[in-house]
């Protein structure tokens, strides 16, 4: 139809839509495998819901044997923000999220449907827009911002449906003579689409979270190609979608909406549409009520604070498998020591509404994540974060490292693993007594003691232990009767009902004496057991923990 027109337009597009759609065809995998994509747009740094997008994409993919590709969406170029592709790559790789597909820097890729990154794709788009010019399915458009603004208000004015369509769609039946004349004036236009649709009927789908859903078919002439030549976002997705060969396209909810536009676009286009999944916003609870996790107000919004405050990165993941899944609780219950890319992810079992993301919860599933690691791990994993967060702690951590995994070995491998910490930065202060360089700085203000002990009664119990006490006991349970010995010696009760019936003839209960010991050691009255401590750190440093605590 508008051939002239198209020639005028496109006049650089060499190939046909047939060769592009030969050159990426249909991807030879096993039958039932899912091709999906994480397909950011580099407007800034990584936010925790891209995190969990990419996520389901790649269980999704990986469970089924497919594919899982990275697609850089950079259409709106003035919102582009250096260092954001860089930053989505390293961020997915941290996660454990590598892709099969997709790009490796500005320019670099791997895989066959590439370039993964729309702005280097503006041949392909042009070669399929010039061929719906040519169909009579699109048209170019002249009209000025200042006239969209005005016929959007003429229509809210007058209640009616707003938009560029229909018979307020003041180019769609443009002659090619006019289009022609008005480009050789140097006037500038994007490329609409001329829609077919009529919103008086209605379009069913099926959305592999939402369930079936159905809305009036679109009838906007949206735009296909903006005035800087890059298509939006709707075209894109179309072209891209279908050449890269996506099975599934799991994306926001935010586009739902847009789901008319993009099922009238690959049936224009003459392609298959995929499967779609519309995943739920993240949502943090604020008081009452639910709003979205905003990057401006929490900071746990940006992937950079679970790096920052030293979540394990796989803590996170398990976090939001929780969130993807309820029923991912149940299963790790169940199989506590298992890998989690064992779980099977399932969209239909998500939930339809709100995802909550909940710091707390986040903080128990990492306790747990970090109680069921090695020791080695954890050491592992310890000394990577302060490397880069704690240089002190990374020092004295890496000095004395038989030590640490000592430390973080402690009742790991009884029934009920400790759940001391949710994240790195809650180390130090957790273990910071068990070195003598953080341990000899603590000030007398900083001693803990039992409750009805004072660090006078503290010191007569020291006095004695000191001498008495058996360093080589056999076990714990020795040890305890050791010290209960002394302290029965020393006129402490061991047994609670005879202490309440005549507290006057007693100095105070054993578990006073085991205080005041635990008090010397460690400045505090909470901590693992005594007789472990007492071996991490070893005889010589115990002898002069009591030294020093009787010089106070
Ligand atoms: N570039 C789009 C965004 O960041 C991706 C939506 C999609 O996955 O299709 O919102």
């Not at 006019?178 to 001329?194: D, S």
């Amino acid at each position: 139809m508008f051939e002239k027109l198209a020639e005028m337009i496109f006049k650089d597009v060499e190939h046909t839509t047939e060769y592009y759609i030969q050159k990426y065809p249909k991807r030879n995998l096993k039958e039932g495998a899912r091709v999906t994509r994480y397909a950011p747009s580099p407007t800034g740094f990584q936010h925790i819901g891209g995190v969990f997008a990419a996520l389901i994409d790649e269980r999704i993919a990986s469970q089924s044997e497919g594919i899982f590709y990275l697609r850089i969406e950079d259409t709106d170029q003035k919102r582009e923000v250096q260092g954001a592709i860089e930053d989505t790559i390293a961020t997915m790789h941290n996660f454990g999220l590598d892709f099969n597909e997709g790009m490796t820097g500005q320019d670099t890729f791997i895989g066959d449907y590439g370039p993964y990154r729309q702005s280097q794709r503006a041949d392909i788009y042009n070669t399929f827009a010039k061929d719906l010019l040519l169909k009579g399915l699109a048209y170019p458009c002249f009209c000025t911002p200042e006239e969209l603004t005005e016929l959007r208000e003429m229509q809210v004015a007058n209640k009616i449906t707003p938009g560029y369509y229909g018979e307020y769609a003041k180019f769609r039946n443009i002659t090619e003579e006019e289009a022609i004349k008005k480009i050789e004036n140097g006037e500038k236009y994007i490329l609409r689409l001329k829609s077919p649709g009529n919103p008086e009927k209605r379009v069913e789908f099926h959305d592999l979270i939402k369930g079936d859903i159905s809305f009036p078919e679109n009838n906007q002439d949206i735009v296909l190609i903006k005035g800087d030549g890059l298509p939006t976002y709707h075209f894109a997705h179309a072209i891209d979608d279908f050449l890269m060969r996506t099975t599934d396209v799991i994306r926001g909810e935010e586009w739902l909406a847009s789901l008319p536009i993009h099922v009238q676009l690959f049936e224009v286009l003459g392609f298959e549409a995929p499967k779609y999944a519309h995943i739920p916003t993240i949502m943090k609870q604020d008081g009452g009520s639910k709003r979205k996790l905003s990057k401006r107000k929490d900071a746990e919004a940006a992937v950079s604070y679970y790096k920052e405050v030293g979540y394990p990165t796989v803590t996170v993941i398990e976090y939001l498998l929780n969130i993807v899944n309820s029923t991912f609780e149940v299963w790790r219950a169940e199989n506590p020591k298992v890998d989690y890319h064992e779980f099977e992810v399932l969209l239909e079992k998500m939930s339809k509404s709100g995802a909550l993301f909940d710091l707390v919860k986040l903080n128990d599933v990492s306790k747990d994540c970090i109680a069921a690691m090695k020791a080695e791990d954890v050491y592992a994993n310890y000394i990577t974060w302060a490397k880069e967060f704690d240089e002190e702690m990374y020092k004295l951590v890496t000095e004395n490292e038989a030590m640490t995994k000592a430390i973080f070995n402690i009742d790991k491998e009884g029934p009920k693993p400790r759940k001391d910490f949710a994240k790195w930065d809650e180390v130090k202060d957790k273990v910071s007594y068990f070195f003598d360089e953080l341990f000899v700085k603590e000030t007398v203000e900083q001693i803990e003691l039992p409750k009805g002990v004072t660090l006078e009664s503290a010191k007569d119990v020291i006095e004695v232990y000191k001498n008495e006490f058996n360093f080589n006991a056999e076990s714990q349970e020795a040890w305890f009767e050791d010290l209960k010995e002394i302290g029965l010696r020393l006129g402490y009760c061991a047994n609670r009902k005879d202490f309440k019936a005549n507290p006057e003839q007693y100095k105070g209960m054993i578990s006073d004496v085991a205080g005041a010991v635990r008090s010397a050691l460690t400045h505090r009255t909470n901590s693992p057991d005594i007789y472990t401590i007492m071996h991490i750190i070893g005889e010589d440093k115990v002898r002069s923990r009591f030294e020093k605590f009787l010089s106070l």
